[in-house]
């Protein structure tokens, strides 16, 4: 049963305010650059030691984000099998929450010569973002009508970026001028933003739990919840099957999320390497990025509310063709504020119209909303994998992230043909949601 109160949509918008500060911070802006710092200061170059294995520090960060998003493929969907059949999306949610906000606060420890300390933290970090995102997802086709889902998806990203810059330009204040903040050092105070992050995202996540619907569809398991689990997982595949839309748009989702999500997880470690700006103007990028995007967010759902969510889709993917050439002939700072201005303009938008987008596609008369945004996810994070592992992969063969980014505009043409094979649901008279 669907609630549509602005009060649950809001709730359910306050954890993309919660989570995103996560991504922000820790994968995007001051983790990266401290960790690059850390690991170059105690080892004397790029070169670390992993578990006795020599790797690029750059390189292991890649990876390990691959093997975090590798490792919730694998579980999430038998995890959204349970979920749905027993009811428990926000048990799973909050566990999910739980873990990710306690592995950040771990960074805090994380001084470069304990490497393998610090990539384990960010991984469980990460392996708590991603798998709480499962379940977060799935309220959508819970909490709203279809013909919101658009403009509910774009609040909830406009709700993340807000927060997190929020919280980025507190961490980046304490950065700059510890002193202010009674902090003895720059170090200190960058590992407090860590500790900000994990707080941040338990605290504001209660608000969610509070307010959204605890098995809104009143199930009662009984038997084993793990073979049922499997069995319902089993039986939303078998119906994935036989929705060609929904199966072509995840096939075109997959390819442009390989170039979405790796552009987000590595432009910082991209500016700090190939164009060695200093850690203050990559934050302020990153700012740039956050700040456009919200704006970007309801500009496409505008879009697609006048001209269909595929028009504004492959609109921004055609952007994304060009980001990529563009960022290989970037040199200056002032050309990369240039590329991160339109990419926080595509990012929110093809973010937001993209899970409204699959929520379409989804049959509405199931209840079975984690698991079929269990096949969504997986796909996401796939993509992620692909991404990331490529990226380093050729940045480890070539000697540069620059060809790397080339590379990336293949999978944005790939999904740019299965999308232009896709026919999305057109929903008139799009509702728009105060914020």
């Known amino acids: 049963m669907k609630n549509e109160s602005n009060k649950v949509i809001n709730a359910w918008c306050m954890y993309d305010w919660a989570n995103s500060a996560y991504s922000l911070v820790i994968t995007s802006t001051i983790f990266p650059v401290y960790y690059a710092t850390v690991t170059r200061g105690a080892y004397g170059n790029d070169m670390v030691d992993f578990f006795g294995i ?27 099998g349970i979920a749905d059949y027993s009811g428990q999306k926000k048990t799973f949610m909050r566990f999910f929450t739980y873990m990710g906000s306690i592995a950040c606060c771990g960074l805090y420890f994380f001084e470069g010569e304990n490497i393998e300390y610090g990539i384990i933290c960010s991984i469980l970090a990460s392996i708590g973002y991603s798998g ?3 379940f977060y997802n799935a309220f959508l086709p819970e909490i709203t009508s279809p013909d919101r889902y658009d403009v509910v998806s774009a609040k909830g990203y406009s709700y993340g970026y807000i927060g997190s810059v929020i919280l980025l330009v507190i961490s980046l204040a304490m950065v700059i001028s ?8 720059e170090g200190i105070a960058t590992k407090i933003s860590f500790l900000m992050v994990g707080f941040w995202w338990f605290a504001f996540a209660q608000v969610t739990f509070y307010f959204l619907p605890n098995n809104g569809f009143n199930k009662q398991p009984h038997g084993s919840i793990l073979r049922k689990g499997y069995l319902e997982i089993r039986y939303v595949w078998q119906k994935v099957q036989k929705l060609h839309m929904l199966k072509r748009f995840l096939i075109s989702f997959f390819f442009y999320s390989v170039g979405v999500q790796t552009v987000m997880y590595l432009a910082a470690t991209f500016g700090d390497k190939e164009l060695r700006l200093p850690a203050d103007k990559l934050i302020l990028t990153i700012l740039i990025i956050q700040l456009v995007a919200i704006g970007g967010s309801y500009l496409f759902a505008w879009i ?28 200056t700072a002032s050309q990369f504020y240039i590329l991160a201005f339109i990419v926080g303009l595509v990012m929110g938008g093809i973010q937001s119209l993209s899970r409204s987008t699959y929520s379409k596609l989804i049959p509405e008369d199931t209840t079975d909303h984690a698991s079929y945004f269990s096949f969504f996810d997986v796909v996401d994070k796939m993509a992620i994998v692909l991404g990331t592992f490529s990226y380093g992969l050729i940045e480890q063969m070539t000697g ?3 060809n790397s980014t080339v590379a990336l505009a293949l999978f944005f043409l790939v999904g740019f043909y299965f999308l232009l094979r896709v026919t999305i649901p057109l929903k008139k008279g799009i509702k728009m949601v105060k914020i």
């Open 54 to 80: 020599p790797l690029t520090n750059t390189v292991l960060y890649s990876w390990s984000i691959s093997l975090s998003f590798l490792l919730v493929a694998i579980l999430s969907p038998l995890l959204s």
């Open 132 to 134: 709480s995102l499962v």
């Open 178 to 185: 510890p002193a202010s903040f009674g902090i003895p050092t």
């Open 304 to 331: 697609s509310g006048k001209k269909g969510n595929k028009f504004s889709l492959m609109m921004m993917v055609l952007i994304w063709v060009f980001i990529c050439f563009y960022a290989y002939f970037v040199t």
């Open 400 to 402: 540069s992230m620059r």
